[in-house]
């Protein structure tokens, strides 16, 4: 349990669901009063799964569009969708009211069709602008590793 976000009252301004919405069952444990934000598409597949997850349906539930801005207090936030294993995941450029910035994701890959190679394109410009990156490192710097279920190299 964790005071403001799944008991007593809250202190979190909402919560960014970034990557497979399958792994949204955990919402039913936050507070009903924090909103739940969520890609467009992403949102789409979450309904989708929303029968299996038992208290999801009380949350209010916010849907933004690929680099839409988000205000929340003192922040913006920025959502780029990126390459990844799952078709909307999402990277966040936060940037405080005195212009300083962090990205936060997990791991890309540069694969995919057209489309998706242009919003890989718009993600990594979107780190290129930021004072900080937060990332999962385990492709960085990898020169050529196998897409195991892809069958390619890269």
């Known amino acids: 349990m964790i005071e403001g976000l799944t008991i007593g009252e809250p202190s979190y301004d909402g919560i960014f669901v970034l990557r497979n ?3 949204c069952n955990l919402i039913e444990y936050s507070l009903n009063k924090i909103p739940i934000y ?3 598409r992403m ?3 979450y309904d989708a799964c929303i029968d299996f ?3 999801s349906a009380k949350h209010k539930i916010v849907e933004y569009t690929n680099t839409e801005t988000i ?3 003192d922040f913006s936030i920025t959502s780029f969708i990126i390459n990844s294993s799952n078709l909307n995941t999402h990277i966040l450029r936060i940037t405080d009211t005195k212009g300083k910035s962090i ?3 997990g791991d890309f890959k540069n694969y995919d069709t057209a489309y998706r190679q242009d919003k890989l394109r718009e993600a990594i410009e979107a780190i290129a602008k930021t004072d900080c990156v937060v990332i999962d490192g385990k492709y960085l710097g990898r020169k050529r590793f196998r ?3 892809k069958k390619r190299y890269y």
Request: overall charge positive; aromatic content about 4%.
């Open 38 to 40: 969520m890609e467009k």
């Open 21 to 23: 919405p399958e792994h």
């Open 103 to 105: 990205v936060v994701c």
């Open 147 to 149: 897409q195991h279920s």
């Open 43 to 45: 949102k789409m597949a």
């Open 71 to 73: 205000k929340l207090k």
């Open 53 to 55: 997850f038992e208290a």
